[in-house]
């Protein structure tokens, strides 16, 4: 049996970007998903889109991608920005093919590079079959 493996990339959204239907977009600390393929701004009440997380102030999350892969980002409460900043978490995701990260905060610098990170729940030497 064959083995698809899909990935799916969540960038910010941008007014000048198109959208299709079913891509998601972070924007202003929620995911939104396009039900539409119409180029609008996400936002509550428009059709055109569902948030699919939730900004609540502290512990809001949304989709990122790290080092290539998706995790869920779990904002720090004393964090207001959008995206990432120092002391977020990452959650739920796979750093390489064998090394799984249940949580890692962001200590700063280029979020595709380990030393950005500290790893607090993570599985290495997954192995392959």
Do not use: C
Not at 48 to 61: C, P, Y
Not at 100 to 124: C, E, F, R, S
């Amino acid at each position: 049996m064959k083995t698809n493996r899909i990935r799916i990339s969540v960038r910010d959204w941008r007014l000048q970007d198109r959208y299709f239907v079913n891509e998601p977009t972070n924007h202003l600390g929620s995911t939104w998903q396009n039900l539409t393929g119409r180029n609008s701004e996400p936002g509550e009440g428009n059709p055109d889109w569902k948030n699919i997380s939730s900004a609540d102030g502290g512990g809001g999350r949304s989709l990122i991608v790290v080092n290539g892969n998706i995790f869920t980002l779990a904002k720090n409460p004393n964090n207001s920005g959008e995206g990432l900043e120092n002391n977020d978490l990452i959650v739920g995701g796979m750093w390489d093919a064998t090394t799984y990260w249940g949580a890692a905060q962001y200590i700063g610098g280029d979020k595709d590079t380990l030393g950005a990170w500290n790893p607090l729940q993570i599985v290495k030497g997954i192995v392959l079959v």
